[in-house]
């Protein structure tokens, strides 16, 4: 959960203790659930994304297979130049 804008003098008194910040300032507060357990997950395992090519043996030479696709160019990609 994110409150944005929220007063200083809103905040319980244990939380206005830890924030080096002016009386009357505003603040973003974020709230998140804790991994408590040696069980959970980090939040990017979670993430469907995280590790979508961890199958691919071809991405398993992650800077060879990138000078592979820029050589198909036709171009260098020392230093950005390319040639035609």
Not at 13 to 35: G, L, Y
Not at 38 to 60: I, L, S, T
């Amino acid at each position: 959960m994110v409150i944005e804008h929220v007063s200083m003098s809103e905040l319980p008194p244990s939380w206005r203790a830890r924030m080096p910040v002016a009386p009357d300032a505003r603040v973003t507060v974020r709230i998140e659930e804790e991994i408590t357990g040696p069980d959970e997950q980090p939040a990017e395992a979670v993430n469907p994304m995280f590790g979508m090519w961890q199958d691919r043996d071809d991405m398993a030479d992650v800077a060879g297979h990138i000078r592979h696709i820029r050589g198909s160019r036709g171009g260098s990609d020392k230093f950005g130049e390319v040639s035609f």
